[in-house]
């Protein structure tokens, strides 16, 4: 997400049986330069010898403030400290990537929130995008079934519709409408029989990356009951002091039903600053030198659970007001 | 970093940080910490004056003070321990979808 010289993570996670292991295998298999180190948390079918393959049992540890996306993942803490102790013995090349594929049912979160707090490892590594795999056959079901399949995709960057090879044209589009009723900021793509497995690579953003989620598609059926969608677009630019007290503010008080914040936002320079936010995890703020070419206005998407949509412009724009940002008109997006 | 477990990180909270002054083509000032934080300390103080609380920044602008009409105070280091504590002093939880909240604030800024 960074152009520093942090360690680049992908985190790769889909319910069971979604495809995940296949895409790695052909992600380790085109990338035969070595330096991509990957964890996982069964050994099976990815066994590429010239990468090295390092096995965790998922392992957390709830930390002080009690709320579950804030548990330390105590596995990775030392799976990552030993890959930096080898690579720093020059048993392993420089590490350029770590992979990390998840178990089916895990949450990324606490993997987002270990990287993003350990002390030491907050500074060698950073995550690049949560990649999620979805199967196109079974996508409805489980989406409607499990809430960690719904978990995994609103924590998406990413989302692979696997096997959709074995779908029909509807069900693909079907497929795509729930994930982006989920989450409008997923950047979804097609896997075909195993291909497209480089939405793994650590790569720089592209700027369709950046465009709103809005108005590309015709708006999908209604999420989940339990997950609501807003979409917030600004007349102008915003308070940014004011901004960051508000959503500090909701996220103190509301933070487990605040599933994931993501957007571009305007605040009166050249560029915008990137927003995301998986439930407490606030991304460090990036701001861009200027706006990328697939993006032409300001936009944040909320993803909530229990809130009234209405509330949420509401409250932002009398925070803007008090803050001497009268003018700011605050729409909802549709 | 995180709302909930702040208190465990020594790093200062997200929207504490600078934005890099490289990307700033204009208005430089306004990323500057004191100035940010200036007009951050001055929104919190309207919004804790709708549950009777008060704030200000400490002398050297990098901790709050926090307190109530009964003269309590309470000295915090960052935004997240700020909404906790302010929280406890309030005897409730400190909501911005409040619609109560709202109202107080809509009174106290008028649209013009």
Redo the contacts between chains.
């Keep these: 997400m960074t152009d520093d010289s942090r360690r680049p993570v992908t985190v790769l996670s889909g319910f069971l049986g979604s495809g995940k292991t296949t895409l790695l295998r052909r992600y380790l298999a085109a990338h035969r330069r070595g330096g991509i180190a990957v964890v996982i948390n069964e050994f099976g079918a990815v066994g590429v010898d010239h990468h090295l393959v390092r096995m965790v049992e998922e392992k957390s540890v709830l930390l002080g403030g009690g709320c579950v996306c804030c548990s330390r993942r105590v596995d990775l803490v030392r799976t990552l400290r030993e890959l930096l102790d080898l690579e720093g013995s020059g048993a392993l090349p420089p590490l350029e990537q770590v992979v990390i594929e998840t178990s089916g049912i895990a949450d990324p979160v606490p993997i987002l929130f270990t990287l993003a707090t350990e002390p030491m490892l907050k500074h060698q590594f950073v995550a690049s995008s949560v990649v999620v795999t979805l199967g196109a056959l079974n996508a409805a079901g489980e989406i409607e079934r499990h809430p960690e399949v719904r978990k995994q995709i609103i924590a998406a960057d990413r989302v692979v519709v696997t096997k959709a090879d074995l779908a029909t044209r509807d069900a693909i589009a079907a497929c795509r409408m729930r994930v982006s009723a989920l989450n409008p900021m997923a950047d979804i793509t097609l896997s075909f029989l195993g291909d497209g497995c480089e939405v793994l690579a650590p790569a720089a953003r592209p700027d369709h990356a950046y465009a709103s989620p809005l108005g590309a598609d015709p708006r999908p059926a209604p999420p989940h009951p339990d997950v609501q969608s807003t979409a917030l677009g600004f007349s102008g630019p915003l308070d940014w002091p004011a901004f960051t007290v508000w959503l500090g503010m909701l996220l103190e008080a509301r933070g487990p039903d605040v599933l994931r914040v993501k957007g571009l936002l305007d605040i009166g320079d050249a560029g915008p600053v990137v927003m995301n936010v998986a439930q407490h995890v606030v991304h460090p703020p990036e701001h861009l030198r200027a706006w990328p070419a697939g993006a032409d206005r300001p936009y944040l998407v909320f993803i909530t659970r229990g809130i009234d949509p209405a509330l949420i412009p509401q409250s932002f724009a009398v925070f803007q007001r008090a803050a001497g940002r009268p003018d700011l008109s605050i729409t909802g997006l549709a | 970093?995180?709302?909930?477990?702040?208190?465990?990180?020594?790093e200062s909270?997200?929207?504490?940080?600078l934005?890099?002054a490289?990307?700033?083509?204009?208005?430089a000032d306004?990323?500057t910490r004191r100035q940010?934080?200036h007009?951050?300390t001055?929104?919190?103080a309207?919004?804790l004056a709708c549950y009777g609380l008060e704030v200000s920044d400490d002398l050297s602008a990098l901790n709050y003070v926090l307190g109530d009409r009964k003269g309590r105070r309470e000295v915090v280091a960052n935004?997240?321990e700020l909404?906790?504590a302010a929280?406890r002093m309030a005897g409730r939880?400190?909501?911005?979808?409040d619609?109560a909240l709202?109202d107080s604030?809509?009174r106290?800024?008028p649209?013009?």
């Design positions: 970093m995180c709302v909930l477990c702040g208190q465990l990180f020594s909270h997200w929207s504490e940080r934005l890099d490289k990307a700033v083509s204009r208005g306004e990323t940010s934080r007009a951050r001055r929104l919190i309207t919004v935004l997240a909404w906790r929280g939880p400190l909501d911005p979808l619609p709202l604030l809509r106290i800024t649209s013009t």
